[in-house]
């Protein structure tokens, strides 16, 4: 005697799906093209500097702020002689804030360093 369970087919598996595997040429690419996009980058922001250089020099002109000498008094302490554009500020650094000092008399035109 047979059963129905005998009779009836199974159905078909599914076809599983297969995705190709990564090729060399993929991967060669993939690097090419981020190559490519980080020399791009360096060139722009190397563009970017040497531009915004130029406009702080010229912002540094305006403001007449000239640093005729600094010394290291200590690894903590610093000291800065600033000329302006009628006189001179010594400025003292040190880890618990900064020190301005007038200095008496207009600025001389021309320092020796």
Same mark, same amino acid.
């Given at each position: 005697?047979t +059963? /129905? +369970?005998d009779?009836?087919?199974? %159905?078909p598996? #599914?076809p #599983?799906?297969y995705?190709?595997p990564i090729?060399?040429? #993929?991967i060669?690419k @993939?690097l090419?093209? $981020?190559?490519l996009?980080?020399? /791009?980058a &360096? /060139?722009?922001?190397?563009w &970017?500097?040497r531009?915004?250089? !130029?406009g702080?020099?010229?912002r540094?002109e305006? *403001?007449?702020?000239?640093c005729i000498?600094n010394l290291?008094l200590?690894p903590? @302490?610093? !000291?800065f002689? /600033?000329? +302006?554009?009628?006189?001179? !500020?010594?400025i @003292?650094?040190t %880890? $618990?804030g900064a020190t !301005? $000092?007038?200095?008496?008399? %207009?600025?001389? *035109? +021309?320092l *020796?360093?």
């Amino acid at each position: 005697m047979t +059963t /129905v +369970t005998d009779q009836v087919a199974a %159905p078909p598996p #599914l076809p #599983l799906r297969y995705d190709d595997p990564i090729s060399l040429m #993929l991967i060669i690419k @993939t690097l090419a093209i $981020t190559a490519l996009l980080l020399a /791009v980058a &360096y /060139v722009a922001l190397r563009w &970017y500097s040497r531009r915004g250089n !130029v406009g702080i020099g010229a912002r540094n002109e305006q *403001a007449g702020l000239h640093c005729i000498a600094n010394l290291r008094l200590s690894p903590r @302490t610093r !000291v800065f002689l /600033v000329k +302006t554009a009628n006189e001179q !500020v010594l400025i @003292t650094e040190t %880890p $618990t804030g900064a020190t !301005v $000092t007038r200095l008496s008399g %207009p600025a001389p *035109a +021309t320092l *020796a360093d």
